[in-house]
């Protein structure tokens, strides 16, 4: 039974354009979320953080929306530029943003076009 | 500065072997965690470790798999009598404290049990 879902396993988007990535998860425990990147043969690279006490974090072109009555997160990418093209990893903890356990979903594959 | 280092790159082994996979994390982190991903799934994760001590084992599939970190920094991940369904990339990450916003990710090794 997966905890964090990302129910899209690709998205094709125009550069320029937005990138709204999405994330849904089951377990009203969790009270830390993240955004990794992860390129082909590389490691995940952590991209964007939200805690539950929040409903919105924002880091330059990247912002990280949260509803906790849905259980639902999404990631937000403006201007996307071809660069940005690669799997997108949520992932969600319920010991806060410092502990071990963390539940990642299955990733979204970003196409961003020129 | 170097970044986490995994060795190696490729493992192949046969069903029954025992294999060793090696992290070097980034110098002076304190924290190292290892995750394992399987083809078209998101990380998973296995162990943590503050310093020495495995902080969070709870990830650990079963007895098979066992992790050092004996003078806490090196750790290696070891596992007994492989099984075909535990090919996949092993990933390791360090940070500086238990954060997951600072982890930095390695590049993985491609285990592949025939």
């Known amino acids: 039974d997966q905890q964090v879902k990302q129910n899209s396993p690709s998205l094709s988007v125009q550069e320029g354009r937005i990138s709204i990535l999405n994330c849904d998860y089951t377990n009203s425990m969790f009270d830390y979320f993240l955004w990794y990147k992860k390129y082909p043969a590389e490691g995940p690279t952590f991209l964007i953080s939200i805690s539950s006490i929040k409903d919105k974090n924002e880091d330059g072109r990247f912002t990280v929306f949260l509803n906790k009555s849905a259980k639902h997160l999404s990631l937000h990418i403006v201007p996307s530029q071809p660069g940005d093209s690669a799997v997108y990893f949520c992932?969600?903890?319920?010991?806060?943003?410092?502990?071990?356990?963390?539940?990642f979903g299955k990733g979204t594959k970003l196409s961003v076009k020129p | 500065g170097a970044g986490v280092s995994q060795t190696p790159s490729n493992k192949v082994t046969e069903k029954g072997k025992y294999v060793e996979l090696r992290c070097d994390p980034i110098?002076?982190?304190?924290?190292l965690y290892w995750y394992r991903q399987s083809l078209g799934q998101g990380p998973e994760f296995l162990i943590y470790?503050?310093?020495?001590?495995?902080?969070?084992d709870s990830g650990l599939p079963n007895d098979r798999f066992f992790a050092v970190r004996p003078e806490g920094s090196v750790s290696t991940l070891k596992i007994q009598r492989t099984e075909r369904g535990d090919s996949a990339v092993y990933l390791c990450a360090s940070s500086l404290r238990p954060s997951y916003n600072e982890q930095f990710f390695g590049p993985g090794t491609r285990l592949t049990v025939l």
């Open positions: 992932a969600a903890s319920e010991y806060g943003g410092s502990q071990g356990n963390l539940i």
């Open positions: 110098s002076g982190h304190t924290a």
């Open positions: 470790f503050q310093g020495t001590g495995a902080a969070d």
